[in-house]
Each structure stands twice: as C-alpha cells, then as structure tokens.
C-alpha cells in the first residue's frame, strides 16, 4: 500500500520504458554519451534505479541487440533505424510517459 511518505517525485523507469525513452533521446539530441543521456532523462523528470550510467548503458546494449541504437565510441551511442510503427509505438509511449513523469506530484508507488 502506498501511503505517499518517502516517495520519489521523479517517475521511475524500468525494463522497456527506460530502453524507449532512451531510443528516443537519441533520436531527438543524435549521437549522445551515457552521461548525457542521464542528465537528459533527469530534465524529463525520470529516474532510474541503482547506478544510473550503469543500468542505461546495459539498456542501450540490449537496443543494441535489436538494432535500434548503434555504438560509435565508447561511451556515446545514436539511434539507428527502425520500421516505422515500432518507431510511432516509441514516440506514443514516451510521450504518455513524460506527462505522467510531468503531473506526478506526491510520487510513484513502486
């Protein structure tokens, strides 16, 4: 149960909300390093567990896996193609998640 003490007010991103948002930074800002790409998911409003650079790096290795982000140095990554409605499923959820990081007011329950 959440009774609204101690709780963040950034949303939180996991799994395939933190890979999406960062697919679509790169798409947005082109080639970025990790840690350009933390600081820009703080401007939005999101957080991720444990060691920031660390768990988007390894989420950026998995969307390397897919060929949806390409590595061009270490450290600095950009966003390579992909079909268009995997593309428009990206931009729709990232989207509903900024306005949800935006009106999160007393925090996420997680």
Known sequence: MCDGAGMPDRYVLRGTELRYCLT?????????????????L????????????????DALRWEMRRDRVRRRGRGRYSAAGMPRGTEHRIITRVQAMREAAESLTGGQCV
């Open 42 to 57: 703080d401007d939005w409003n999101f957080t991720v567990p444990g060691r920031p650079t660390k768990t988007v790096s």
């Open 24 to 40: 679509r930074l790169l798409q947005l800002q082109g080639q970025s390093s990790v840690t350009e790409l933390v600081a820009a």
